[in-house]
């Protein structure tokens, strides 16, 4: 499993753009990565997930350089609400074995 | 409604006193997983099961036990809990036969070893 590495916290404003960078140097060719979202008391929820280049949902955008040693995830327009952790996940398609890290706890400020 | 039940969802017990943990999925989905999350170690996987019969040790095995006789249902069993067993836990699911697709988490069990 390509192991990840992101930022402890982050801070920012209501209505901001937020992207979170995941590290991920040794990706391998048929990994994909994911990104979940945590709230406090309650179970990792899916945000989105991608191979290459861009991924655009209703909840967020992922980018994806050429060289996909690393990813961002980007929050248009956060609110408070968007207070969590996220997750940055990089596995192949038939892993079974999951590994989530520590993630990035992102506080969002009034 | 499509999700992914735990019960008890909060406990208290002692050192010892054998406890099951409840989860079930009602999606109809193969994969089925245990996590574990404390303070500053993120989510650990305990268990996994990629279908009836078929399970497999996560990262954190030591001290579970997990069975999967039915599709839908997958309890955690800890046969002796220690307080070091102290934590929340999550089952979650997913369509697949393997852990990277979306998997759907339940609400948590939150236990304390006394």
């Known amino acids: 499993l390509a192991k990840t590495t992101q930022p402890i916290s982050m801070d920012s404003y209501e209505g901001q753009e937020v992207n979170i960078t995941c590290s991920h140097n040794?990706?391998?060719?048929?990994?994909?990565i994911t990104w979940y979202q945590q709230f406090p008391s309650q179970g990792p929820r899916f945000i989105i997930q991608?191979?290459?280049t861009k991924v655009t949902n209703e909840v967020a955008s992922l980018f994806i350089p050429a060289d996909r040693k690393s990813s961002t995830l980007s929050l248009p327009r956060v609110s408070l609400s968007d207070t969590a952790v996220y997750y940055c996940?990089?596995?192949?398609?038939?892993?079974?074995?999951?590994?989530f890290g520590k993630g990035t706890r992102l506080h969002i400020l009034p | 409604e499509a999700q992914v039940t735990q019960n008890p969802r909060y406990l208290i017990t002692v050192t010892g006193k054998k406890l099951t943990v409840t989860c079930s999925q009602n999606?109809?989905?193969?994969?089925m997983s245990w996590y574990r999350q404390d303070p500053g170690l993120g989510l650990r996987q305990i268990y996994y099961s990629m279908n009836v019969e078929v399970t497999d040790k996560g990262d954190v095995p030591e001290g579970y036990k997990v069975s999967r006789k039915e599709k839908r249902n997958f309890p955690l069993i800890l046969e002796s809990p220690s307080p070091n067993q102290t934590s929340l836990y999550f089952c979650?699911?997913?369509?697949?036969?393997?852990?990277?697709?979306?998997?759907?988490f339940g609400p948590g069990t939150r236990l304390l070893v006394l």
């Open positions: 991608g191979y290459k």
């Open positions: 999606m109809n989905h193969e994969y």
């Open positions: 996940l990089v596995a192949p398609p038939e892993d079974d074995k999951i590994i």
């Open positions: 979650a699911s997913s369509l697949a036969s393997t852990g990277v697709e979306t998997q759907y």
């Open positions: 040794n990706i391998a060719t048929n990994d994909y």
